[in-house]
């Protein structure tokens, strides 16, 4: 059984970091394309950031460009998202999603086959 579980959310005030992880179990993810999306209240998820598993191939939503940083630990099968500089506007339920694909759809969500259940990060001004 696949599993993604995100933890490292939390309350935190703006220009304050955080780091997000999620640990991925029951399979072997080595093909596999890593995603981080977002969903603030009142709006749609939306793509933050992915990385390619077996490969340091890393893509952003321009929104984070140059302040998050997307990583993965092979060993650890966990792949972690670094929050610097958050804005009131990050505020929002973060999730870790996995998918076979080999072609740069790293942003459409119907091609992430496994969903974790999703940390909430909360920024204040």
Sequence with gaps: QVQLVESGGGLVQAGDSLRLSCAASGRT???????????????????????????LIRYYADSVKGRFT???????????LQM???????TAVYYCAAGNFGS?????????????Q???????S
């Design 29 to 55: 993810f080595s093909n596999y394309v890593m995603g981080w999306f977002r969903q603030a209240p009142g709006k749609e998820r939306e793509f933050v950031a992915a990385i390619r598993w077996s490969a």
């Design 70 to 80: 997307v990583s993965r630990d092979n060993a650890r099968n966990t792949v972690f």
């Design 84 to 90: 610097n500089s958050l804005k009131p506007e990050d």
């Design 104 to 116: 740069s759809w790293y942003s459409r969500q119907d091609k992430y086959d496994y969903w974790g």
């Design 118 to 124: 999703g940390t909430q990060v909360t920024v204040s």
